[in-house]
């Protein structure tokens, strides 16, 4: 159990839309299924907003583990490397889905784009704001068919768009300090050599790929599958792999640390929109 599971005193930390704390739930760790539940209630939710306004919103489905965060420093799995190779073809297939929205947009007449995007963006004076953790400013409409979900399923749209966007800025800043660590770059140096006993001279994981990825690469062919499967080949031998786990787990730790009032905050107002998402999903069902 992670950090947030383990957490035992239950404080209310954010206001909402009821009378005092009897009613939080417990602070723990949401399941696989509850996390696919939220994220298919906004999808519903949101779509049917966008009908009410007379525009359409195609349903994108729910991967835990998408494709790009699947091997964020480095392929580790030869099996998955010889079927996938950088998992470009797994790419194409979940753009040409998530196209579909794109498209739609794209063939609306200028002030029906407008229009569309009003409806799911918000407009007016109103807005919610946040500082991230890398700082700045983001902000959004408080209104439109975004916020009004977030409204209807977590209650306190402010709250949960700070944290939500804590939330989303943290892998960003622990994967930069596993990056930089010393003990990183000496696993890359070796992994290097390895690479190029291979007949494959590149300096790093992030030069394999943007190797591959140039439009001139043939992307998806045998040359990806076989420098996939030399770069988790020489991942595992070279101790890179484990290098980037160890150092991964112990810098999530540190950054989960330092943002966990925000972490506990999202949480929390998951625990408690999981009643409205599972009848907003049971509805949509129908």
Not at 63 to 90: C, K, M, N, Q
Not at 107 to 134: F, H, M, S
Request: neutral net charge.
């Amino acid at each position: 159990m992670g950090l947030l599971g383990r957490i035992l005193a239950v404080v209310c930390l954010v206001p909402l839309a009821v009378t005092g704390c009897a009613a939080a739930p417990e602070l723990r760790a949401l399941t696989g299924r509850e996390e696919a539940e939220l994220h298919d209630a906004e999808q519903f939710l949101v779509r049917d907003c966008m009908a009410r306004h007379g525009f359409r919103l195609w349903i994108t489905t729910y991967d835990r583990r998408a494709e790009p965060e699947r091997f964020p420093y480095v392929i580790d799995d030869i099996d998955w490397a010889s079927r996938h190779g950088y998992g470009t073809e797994l790419r194409r297939n979940a753009d040409a889905r998530a196209d579909s929205n794109k498209v739609y947009f794209d063939g609306l007449p200028a002030e029906g784009r407008k229009a569309a995007v009003a409806a799911l963006n918000g407009t007016g004076p109103g807005r919610v704001e946040t500082v991230p953790p890398a700082g700045g400013l983001l902000s959004r409409y408080d209104n439109g068919c975004t916020s009004q979900t977030w409204r209807e399923l977590y209650g306190d749209l402010a709250a949960w768009y700070r944290a939500s966007k804590i939330a989303e800025a943290l892998p960003g800043l622990w994967r930069g300090r596993v990056v930089t660590d010393p003990a990183f770059t000496a696993a890359v140096a070796r992994w290097s050599g390895c690479m190029k006993e291979a007949g494959l001279p590149y300096e790093s994981p992030a030069a394999a790929r943007a190797a591959i990825s140039a439009p001139d690469a043939g992307a998806g062919g045998d040359g990806e599958i076989r420098t996939a499967v030399a770069e988790a080949t020489c991942a595992g031998r070279t101790g890179l792999a484990a290098t980037a786990r160890e150092l991964d787990r112990s810098r999530q730790a540190d950054v989960r640390a330092e943002y966990r009032e925000g972490l506990e905050t999202r949480l929390r107002l998951q625990l408690a929109a999981l009643p409205r998402a599972g009848a907003a999903v049971k509805n949509a069902q129908r």
